[in-house]
């Protein structure tokens, strides 16, 4: 090897090295996102009992958070546009802390419910500016694996609520409502063992450096160049000529250039982001994660064999996206998602024909299982969760940081992150109503159709984007 080879070998790897590192400090975003909205189930029964709220209230104070979340992805774009990703980092860092503070500390019901929304707003502006930063900072042939890292945060953060909630419980004598150290209730350390992991996120997003596409839309031309020479070496200078002809420097983006010219549709390339987002939520994978203990008692398992599927299904969800993260750059976003949709489709049609064609209890109005069936829905819910794991759930935040053009990029994702949450809230408030109307085998037939509309959109809207730079979309 020559030695100009090995010179810029080594400042690959090292460039290599400190993207990583600033990815990994962004997707702190996403464990706290996964964190926050995991942790409210392990305290739910106990904050009911302790403020005697009604089913009513106590289903409020759940899912009011995921509107907090679309008023935090929809504001997230905005801010980022005018004070930087990093900084809007910080913002949502400290709505973090704020909640987790106040939500073991509520004085009465209404107030608790207020620290959730504000929670919901940090969860919500982390799901914008984490993929947006990943995607701006990371070279076109890793930026697939680095956004990945994204959901993997979010299923990480999941997965160490959920144990976080049973260590506790299991340290206060088995109940939430008990008390423990120093007086205060298990629920309540429940909501503080998210303060650490916010201080850290805060911390970091005061260290790492902003994204140079930011900072050469703001002017900072040398900032931008420091930056790109640690990520990409002597191509630095020609990155900021690339950069710098695919913005508008003089111009902050606002959601008016989200749209067509003199017209209110918005661009093409939006629907598809607000299309994609929307998709991921509406073929009901929070459903899995929300409802699924609760779920498999109904059906006929024990409460020890539900808890134990539901950290089944969570391992799977990791394992998954680690999956993502290994072929997404390879296999690239489209092919990826085809498959998901169509393994979606299958395992959601077995789950929707198999509690529609179950025999219903007299007690409960609920289906019964037999042992047999009830081992096909439980193989169908974890291939189910296998599908989503490894396309829809990594590979739309993928996208959603890379699709958009440079100068709308903030923008277009925080319209298509509020939208999905809004798409979360809606799943996810109406399941109990049709599970109790129509049967779970409709809800699940609601869900295969979606999923099934996902090959269509994704074979005839969806672009591939790997190996393309940011610049050329």
Do not use: C
């Amino acid at each position: 090897m020559s030695s100009s080879s090995a010179s810029s070998a080594v400042v690959e790897n090292s460039g290599s090295g400190f993207v990583i590192l600033i990815a990994g400090a962004a997707a702190l975003g996403g464990f706290l996102f996964g964190f926050d909205t995991a942790v409210i189930s392990g305290t739910v029964i106990a904050v009911r009992n302790s403020f005697e709220a009604t089913a009513l209230q106590i289903g409020l104070a759940v899912s009011l958070a995921l509107l907090g979340s679309a008023g935090g992805a929809f504001i997230a774009g905005p801010l980022a546009d005018r004070f930087g990703r990093t900084r809007t980092m910080t913002f949502a860092a400290s709505l973090f802390f704020i909640s987790a503070l106040g939500s073991g500390f509520p004085f009465g019901l209404m107030d608790f419910i207020f620290w959730r929304i504000l929670g919901g707003f940090g969860v919500g502006a982390a799901s914008v500016i984490a993929p947006a930063y990943i995607a701006e900072v990371s070279p076109a042939e890793m930026r697939g694996r680095l956004a990945s890292l994204q959901q993997l945060a979010i299923v990480v953060g999941i997965f160490i609520a959920l144990l976080t909630n049973f260590g506790i419980a299991r340290a206060v004598g088995g109940s939430a409502e008990n008390a423990g150290w120093f007086g205060f209730a298990g629920w309540q350390w429940m909501f503080w063992s998210e303060i650490p992991a916010a201080l850290l996120y805060g911390i970091m997003s005061l260290f790492i450096p902003e994204s140079p596409r930011y900072l050469i839309a703001k002017g900072r031309i040398a900032e931008a160049t420091s930056v790109l020479v640690k990520i990409v070496g002597s191509d630095a200078k020609k990155k900021v000529a690339d950069i710098r002809a695919t913005l508008d420097t003089e111009h902050i983006p606002t959601f008016a250039d989200l749209r067509i010219k003199q017209g209110f549709i918005l661009l093409p390339v939006v629907w598809i982001g607000i299309g994609l987002s929307m998709l991921q939520q509406l073929v009901g994978i929070n459903v899995i994660f929300y409802y699924g203990t609760a779920l498999w008692r109904v059906v006929g398992f024990t409460e020890e064999n539900a808890l134990q599927i539901g950290v089944l299904t969570g391992v799977v969800n990791i394992v998954t996206t680690l999956l993502a993260i290994r072929y997404v750059d390879n296999w690239g976003r489209k092919p990826l998602l085809l498959i998901g949709s169509i393994g979606m489709t299958v395992t959601l049609g077995i789950l929707a024909a198999v509690f529609g064609f179950a025999d219903v209890s007299p007690d409960t109005g609920q289906p019964v299982l037999s042992h047999a069936a009830g081992m096909v829905a439980l193989v169908s819910a974890n291939l189910y969760v296998f599908a989503f794991g490894f396309s829809w759930g990594p590979v739309v935040w993928v996208l959603l940081g890379e699709m958009f053009p440079n100068k709308i990029r903030a923008a277009a994702l925080s319209m298509a992150a509020a939208l999905q949450w809004i798409a979360n809230f809606l799943v996810s408030t109406t399941f109990p109503p049709i599970t109790l109307n129509l049967g779970l085998g409709v809800a699940y037939g609601i869900y295969a159709f979606f999923a099934a509309i996902s090959i269509y959109f994704v074979f005839i809207y969806v672009k591939e984007t790997k190996g393309r730079e940011l610049e050329d979309m």
